[in-house]
């Protein structure tokens, strides 16, 4: 365990002025979106919008648009954009493609020409990945929280505490489980551009095909094969709760990557 947490350390010091500027990044984010909702709401600006939407066109969105069209979805909506979306998976991938890296650059011969074990990296990669998702969120939260405090009218109706959580939790398992699965695709890997390309262009086409899901009934029958399948921040908005099997399955993934990362690694020839 020792030797786990060294090389985390050593790990997280290379990423700290990446994962501090990201974390800034996103919690001020969280911030101009209090902002904004704030304003719209004060100049009756979401009614003006939703009026001048067809009704051609709301019926085709559906109950999201209404509930995007207001204080509540504004609020919450950096926790399923997609810019905050790809950023949080690229930076999962970068972190899950370490150990591909480390063996392009000979860096892995010199770590285990001491008493660390293969297994070590890899779960050095696994506590990176969890340390730097979660400050993340934290901060997306910590925005969140600051800005309906600071800037939220006063007569407005507040998002449940119950439904960021839920949006913040579901956000953190789907980056998990591409840290995951960069991970196992990383362990026998040489290059890591070549790890993260394939995995980059992996969460891509999963994304695409869990979106052309949505509207096309023959793309219905592969989208549980994507992660963003069970992770959509759009339900949770319209007042459903979140299942806790979709957690269960985005961290599975997670822990099934790690496990497959673990054989492969352990086993490879460096």
Known sequence: MRETVVLAGHSLRRLRGLVLLMGALMAGFQVLLALAAATLYKTGTFNQLVAFVPPLVREVIGPSFFAVMSYTGVVTVGYFH??????????AIGVGTEPAGEVERAFADLILSRPVTRSAVVSRTALVLLVTST??????????????????????????????????????????SWGGLAAAVAASSRRRIAAGSLTGLAALALYLLDYLARFWKPAESFSWLSPFHYYSGLELIVGRSLPLENILILLGTCAAGFGVAYTLFTRRDL
């Open 82 to 91: 997609f810019a905050v979306t790809a950023a949080l998976v690229a930076l």
């Open 135 to 176: 400050f993340l969120i934290l901060m997306m939260l910590a925005g969140t929280w600051v800005g309906i405090w600071w800037i939220a009218p006063r007569d407005v109706a507040r998002p449940a505490p119950r439904l960021i959580l839920s949006l913040a939790l579901s956000l953190w398992t789907v980056t998990l």
